[in-house]
């Protein structure tokens, strides 16, 4: 458990205050000479750092966060820095960007960047145009930035000295902190999804040997779908944290527009083939759930906060009467898959699921170490076999109707009452690449129990399985 928090060192030399007065004038003309050589617009960056020191391990990872958004962001915008310089310096953490674009579209993408994340607070963006000109918030619209401690006005906070360093210090510790265990839960998320694509052989699903049933993906279509909504699973995480003083009941209505935006970012990544939509919803509620879950506890780790059970009864409480939308889905908004299959033959997918707690993934969990003996691999595919058997998949039956879901819930029972098969991984995997090809013929594919496996496999990561 430990290995999802940490605390940041806030020890460092002092720097005194003429060597901060002659780094602010090398910072100033370094400024000058880009603006000059490029006559393009310069983005010029610095922290917040308040105390003696300028330059501890907490700085370092606030700088380190700051240039990674930078870089996404400017691959995001398609420029290429004209002129890139990084200064780590003991007088504090620098950065300057020439870039080759127009300022203002600069200043409002920084302004979007600095609202993204509570860790933005402790970056400051500068913008330069071309003569040289510092862009404010405020002329494009935009609240000035607030204060790190009460969320007054930050500039009026600073000049009347109303907070303690220690207090300022604490309040960037605690967002650092939180930033870093987002990362190790978005990186469990996204490595998830990895394992459960790569896992071989799925029948009628993408894996390492065939595309299953599927002629629009692959694996490294897959691979592309978990690389971009990595930092999406992180954006969940800070949510739950965000949110966790809202009722349970409205947080849904939170993190519904980052949902959104992850499967746009999907389907850009995909040219737009649906690799992971459920995934991003299953995903999306836990991850939240555990944001929530670690601010509550004060970002001390206990083996509740772990406990797959709290974890789904937490996203149970987030989606409360959410199947409810199935039979009131407004007439005006577009038919989708879910809601036809509903209409047709009852199913409610993904948000029963949800809405249930999870309840097949918890059912199986002590499956994996029944069979403790075999390695993870062989378990992993027997715990698909009982998902197959028992999810009343709506992917399956949204393209082969009920006859194909009893199909596959057949086979994976039948296979299944053979133990002798089920132990042995060779006759195991020789059967499911025969249940494989069954599928393709059949053009069936179980997505839904695909999902289910992926969080099965983080709920396993998280307790170092």
């Not at 940041?8 to 003429?18: A, N, P």
């Not at 330069?128 to 930035?145: C, H, I, K, N």
């Not at 390695?375 to 009343?392: K, Q, S, T, Y």
Request: proline share 3%; hydrophobic share 45%; with cysteine.
């Amino acid at each position: 458990m430990q290995r999802f928090f940490t605390t940041f060192s806030t020890k460092g030399s002092e720097v005194s205050l003429e060597a901060l007065l002659n780094a602010r004038e090398e910072r100033a003309l370094l400024q000058q000479q880009l603006l000059a050589k490029y006559q393009q617009p310069l983005l010029s960056v610095t922290l917040t750092a308040v105390g003696g020191v300028k330059k501890n391990a907490l700085l370092d990872f606030v700088f380190e966060k700051a240039l990674e958004k930078l870089t996404a962001l400017f691959d995001t915008l398609k420029v290429i820095p004209s002129e890139k310089i990084l200064r780590p310096l003991e007088t504090g953490h620098e950065a300057f960007f020439v870039l080759p674009m127009a300022a203002d579209k600069l200043k409002r993408a920084m302004i979007q960047l600095e609202d993204a994340t509570p860790l933005a607070r402790l970056w400051d963006l500068d913008m330069l145009d071309v003569a040289g000109r510092v862009l404010s918030r405020r002329e494009f619209g935009f609240a000035p930035r607030v204060c790190l401690v009460c969320g007054d006005d930050a500039k009026s906070c600073a000049r009347s000295r109303k907070h303690q360093v220690s207090d300022i210090i604490a309040e960037m510790q605690s967002r650092a902190q939180a930033q870093y265990f987002a990362e190790q839960i978005g990186e469990l998320a996204y490595q998830a999804l990895l394992q459960e694509a790569r896992l071989s052989p799925k029948p009628g699903l993408v894996d390492a040997l065939t595309n299953g049933a599927h002629r629009d993906m692959n694996l490294q279509t897959f691979e592309k779908s978990a690389v971009a909504l990595k930092p999406f699973f992180v954006d969940f995480v800070l949510k739950g944290i965000a949110t966790a003083d809202l009722p349970e009941n409205e947080v849904l209505t939170q993190i519904r527009p980052l949902g959104m935006l992850a499967e746009q970012a999907m389907f850009r990544a995909t040219e737009n083939v649906n690799t992971h939509k459920g995934a991003i919803f299953s995903f999306g509620l836990i991850c939240t759930a555990m944001g929530r879950m670690a601010q509550l506890s004060g970002f001390q780790p206990n083996n509740a906060f772990f406990d797959v059970k709290n974890l789904c009864e937490l996203a149970a409480k987030f989606v409360a009467g959410l199947t409810k939308e199935l039979e009131h889905y407004p007439a005006h908004l577009p038919m989708t898959a879910g809601v036809k299959l509903f209409r047709e033959y009852g199913l409610i997918g993904a948000r029963g699921e949800a809405e249930g707690g999870f309840q097949h993934i918890q059912t199986l969990l002590p499956l994996f170490d029944e069979y403790h003996q075999l390695d993870g691999e062989h378990r992993l595919l027997i715990i698909l076999l009982h998902l197959m058997a028992n999810n009343p998949d709506t992917n399956v039956v949204h393209r082969g109707g009920l006859t194909g879901l009893q199909f596959v819930q057949q086979s994976a029972v039948d296979l299944l009452k053979d133990q002798s098969l089920v132990l042995d991984k060779i006759k195991l995997t020789q059967a499911l690449i025969k249940f494989d090809e069954a599928c393709i013929l059949r053009n069936l594919s179980a997505g839904g129990s695909a999902d289910l496996l992926a969080l099965t496999i983080f709920f396993l990561s998280l307790r170092g399985n």
